[in-house]
């Protein structure tokens, strides 16, 4: 008959006549079997034990002053289901990072939540015959389950969902803000439709072949009444907000960011259109970077890529072609001429398929009269007159609520209409007499009611909801309509973080009382392919917000961390046929086909089930242990880069882990025979001092290597391969040092704290090893003995220890000066100049008079920095400073 380790150590505490209270004033004692050798078993065996122990949280959010908290956001998933390796990347950065920084004493708010509406579920649901409700919280119970099993800790009483209506109550309540604020508005347009999916796109949604993002399909043109969020009002604040100082290793998220939103040097202005044609729209917004002109408008020329330019039928070849239809000036009344040319005839804006024709320019003039249209040169003004008339067309424009916000010609509206069932409902009732009308605040949420359906053929939609359409008007009290059409998710993930601030709250979005004490983000960790849609309209919702005094900052995010993607390796044969890695051989000439023989391509690409290249993360869990490969995720590679998925990579971590299992053993077997009375004396030998000398180099140095990696570069691997580096420096250390060092002990105890954040369960069972050792040689003061890993104190540089200074004269290294701590954290910067003068290297520079630039930096601490910039350096006194 076979045992488990864990029904071994029960049986083993009962011969011995250990009574089951006995660690109740200690740490956990874990399974305490320290001489089995480091299965998979046996890590299964700790991740048992340790599962519901290392998720306690010590935190007290309610006695804890607001810059003492620390908000760390991972990027909520869509629940699909199941995990997939993704998933488990950025989860274990963000556990990773929000363990560090508990251990650092913060307050870390470290939520998590569910992305819940949208297609995906509901096609699935459709496609099984069953709710998208059930369908969902189904997928959202199993995923919590995986999220548990890989060892995350978040916090439990933040959780939301997005299709729960006490949250998307909220996300209403942010539609009437945005709709009360003119930000909102409702017009015919021509749009863009998936014919698979059944709804409309944003421009943004749809790619450079015209294909949904979603459902791949070849998107159709139609023209429809929709819901539109304004945000090329605030087009230049979301652009300034890239340079706010606030943010930090943002690095080229600010280029994507400033090449969506573009150079904004000109102005939508809303532009009536006649036609006794059908098929036409009724407003054309069009941008012009000459809106001090905008009485002088004279024509309005499409491309003949431009839908309007295929309404009114034409045999002609011409070159350019006059259309019935007129657009109506808004600031003269008068009806301009549209004409259809090709794109080269006219200087046409960037990104745009229209030309708005003011006649101020040598080839307008030409168009007109080649045309024979009537035009007025406008007068030549001055500098600051054309900036005044500038500044009061846009004024008008505002007033008239047409346009007039700077913007450049790429940007455009957010289209938020969705035609699906599974969104939050718009909440607008139409009325005949009144038009549309909010729903009043008392009557959220407006709740999505139950369809049920017996075909898998037609989308679900709200439409098919007739009596809950049926409704009055909030203002007449007359017959109206429930808007049909649901949110973009996009508008609900634009705020969800600052719901996890005040989860709770059944009065408001949330208070601002939480808002100013939680936001901004501190940290936010996600995926690049979210850097432009997600974070441009997040930051939107907060510039907005902030302009309403609701949020403390106009930017949401302070610090990102953007995740590369995990990656497979596939095989494609020459008929662009994926294959299974099964089928694969490995030839002297690369690889080949099994059965024909062929040479296949193999490449590393996302994993993607019909490449056949991903993984299960459970499959993984199971084969390897959760910590493992948390380990295996995080290490060799920056987060930031792509993680190619191989087995190859595994033996370094899987053998780390066995040395320090090794380390434990040996550790607690030299304390076992020691007597109290061998650690009243320090022993004399001189390997011994040296030795005990070299522990406390080693552990200063990797404390602060580890902690900048984590806190400054964000290269998590880069700390995992500084850890690596101290097990290496333990490992060389003598029998007597690993028995009689106290300088050992701290060192191996500073090994398993580092640890502790990156694999939980695993380090939590070496430190439970670690205090059950006998003969403690470190007080109480510096490791607290009766608690368990994840409760200790994140641990810092030794006062003692001295700590490098770079200094830069003329932007190349001169020298490197080593400094305590102890001086360091009280030094100002003159202090650190006065050092640097004195030495040598420095005066001789100063005596040839070639010095311009001197930088200094130190890493003080655990990761604190000193910056000093030093310009016009002069003999007879100090420079003048300027801190960066």
Request: aromatic content about 10%.
């Amino acid at each position: 008959m076979r045992y488990s380790i864990l029904s071994i150590f029960k049986y083993s505490l009962k011969i011995r006549n250990i009574p089951s209270n006995i660690f109740s004033r200690q740490a956990s004692s874990g399974l305490r079997l320290w001489n089995v050798e480091l299965t998979t078993e046996y890590k299964h065996e700790v991740e048992k034990y340790w599962k519901e122990k290392i998720h306690k949280i010590n935190n007290n959010a309610g006695s804890v002053k607001f810059k003492d908290n620390f908000y760390v956001l991972s990027m909520f998933p869509y629940p699909s289901g199941s995990l997939h390796m993704g998933h488990v990347r950025v989860y274990a950065i963000s556990d990773t990072v929000a363990r560090f920084y508990r251990m650092q004493g913060l307050n870390v708010i470290h939520p998590m939540g569910w992305d819940a509406f949208g297609l995906p579920a509901e096609n699935a649901a459709i496609e099984r015959k069953v709710n998208p409700a059930n369908w969902t919280e189904k997928n959202i119970k199993n995923m919590k389950e995986q999220l548990h099993e890989l060892g995350c800790t978040f916090d439990a009483h933040r959780e939301l969902a997005t299709c729960h209506p006490d949250y998307y109550k909220w996300t209403q309540e942010l539609f009437l803000k945005l709709f009360e604020n003119d930000l909102l508005y409702q017009k015919e347009t021509f749009v863009n439709w998936d014919p698979v999916d059944q709804t409309v796109l944003a421009d943004e949604q749809v790619d450079e072949n015209y294909r949904s993002w979603r459902s791949g399909a070849v998107v159709e043109k139609r023209l429809l009444r929709q819901w539109f969020i304004k945000t090329t009002a605030y087009a230049e604040s979301l652009l300034e907000g890239l340079r706010d100082r606030m943010l930090k290793d943002w690095k080229d998220i600010i280029k994507i960011q400033e090449h969506w939103i573009g150079e904004c040097t000109g102005t939508n202005i809303d532009f009536q259109l006649i036609s006794d044609i059908s098929g036409y729209p009724s407003l054309l917004t069009l941008w012009t970077d000459k809106p001090e002109f905008i009485e002088n408008a004279k024509f309005l020329a499409l491309s003949k890529n431009n839908i309007l330019a295929n309404i009114e039928k034409s045999d002609s070849n011409s070159v350019i072609r006059k259309l019935k239809a007129k657009i109506v000036n808004p600031f003269t009344n008068e009806k301009l001429p549209i004409f259809v040319t090709d794109t080269e005839s006219l200087p046409y804006p960037a990104f745009r398929d229209d030309y708005l024709g003011i006649p101020c320019s040598e080839v307008d003039i030409a168009f007109c009269e080649a045309n024979n249209i009537k035009y007025e040169v406008p007068p030549i003004y001055s500098v600051q007159e054309l900036q005044e008339k500038r500044l009061d067309v846009l004024r008008i424009a505002k007033k008239l609520k047409i346009g007039g916000y700077l913007v450049s010609s790429k940007l455009r509206d957010w289209l938020i209409s969705r035609q699906r069932y599974w969104g939050t409902p718009i909440p607008i009732v139409h009325c005949e007499n009144c038009g549309p009308q909010p729903v009043p605040r008392e009557q959220l949420p407006v709740v999505l009611p139950e369809l049920s359906r017996s075909s898998t053929s037609q989308s679900l939609t709200l439409k098919n909801a007739e009596d809950w359409i049926k409704t009055s008007c909030p203002k007449c009290n007359g017959p109206a309509k429930r808007e049909t059409d649901t949110m973009d998710t996009f508008v609900d993930s634009s705020w969800y973080f600052m719901r996890y601030i005040d989860p709770k709250n059944q009065n408001q979005m949330f208070s601002k009382e939480n808002a100013y004490r939680y936001l901004p983000v501190d940290l936010y960790v996600g995926g690049k392919e979210h850097a432009v849609l997600h974070l441009y309209y997040a930051r939107f919702i907060n510039h907005f917000l902030y302009d309403l005094g609701l949020v403390p900052t106009r930017e949401p995010f302070k610090q990102l961390l953007v995740q590369g993607m995990v990656m497979g390796q596939s095989y494609c044969n020459k008929a662009g046929k994926y294959l299974k890695p099964q089928d694969i051989l490995i030839s002297d000439d690369g690889y080949v086909e099994k059965e024909t023989g062929e040479p296949v391509v193999a490449t590393w690409e996302k994993m993607s089930k019909s490449k056949y290249n991903g993984v299960d993360p459970t499959n993984m869990f199971k084969e390897y242990s959760a910590d493992t490969i948390r380990l295996l995720m995080l290490a060799d590679v920056a987060p930031t880069s792509n993680r190619h998925w191989s087995k190859d990579t595994f033996p370094g971590i899987l053998n780390w882990q066995k040395r320090l299992w090794q380390m434990l053993r040996d550790f607690i077997s030299a304390r076992q025979s020691l007597t109290p009375a061998d650690l009243e004396t320090r022993p004399k030998d001189v390997k011994f001092i040296k030795e005990d000398d070299n522990m406390f180099d080693s552990r200063n140095y990797y404390v602060h290597g580890v902690t900048f990696n984590i806190i400054s570069s964000q290269q998590l691997s880069v700390a995992i391969s500084k850890m690596q580096g101290l097990t290496n420096d333990i490992r060389k250390a003598s029998k007597l040092c690993i028995a009689r060092s106290r300088e050992y002990e701290r060192a191996l105890a500073v090994q398993i704290i580092m640890l502790a954040p990156f694999a939980p369960h695993f380090a939590s069972e070496l430190w439970a090893g670690f205090c059950m050792a006998k003969h403690r040689i470190v007080d109480d003061g510096e490791i607290q003995w009766d608690k368990d890993v994840l409760e200790q104190r994140w641990p810092e540089v030794d006062m003692e220890y001295k700590l490098k200074v770079r200094v830069k004269v003329n932007n190349k290294e001169l020298m490197t000066l080593r400094v305590m701590r102890r001086d360091l954290d009280v030094m100002t910067k003159d202090d650190v100049l006065r050092i640097v003068m004195q030495e040598l290297k420095f005066q001789k520079q100063m005596k040839d008079r070639k010095i311009t630039k001197v930088i200094y930096r130190s890493d003080i601490g655990c990761g604190a920095s000193i910056t000093i910039i030093a310009k016009k350096i002069q003999e007879e006194s100090l420079p003048q400073e300027e801190a960066l």
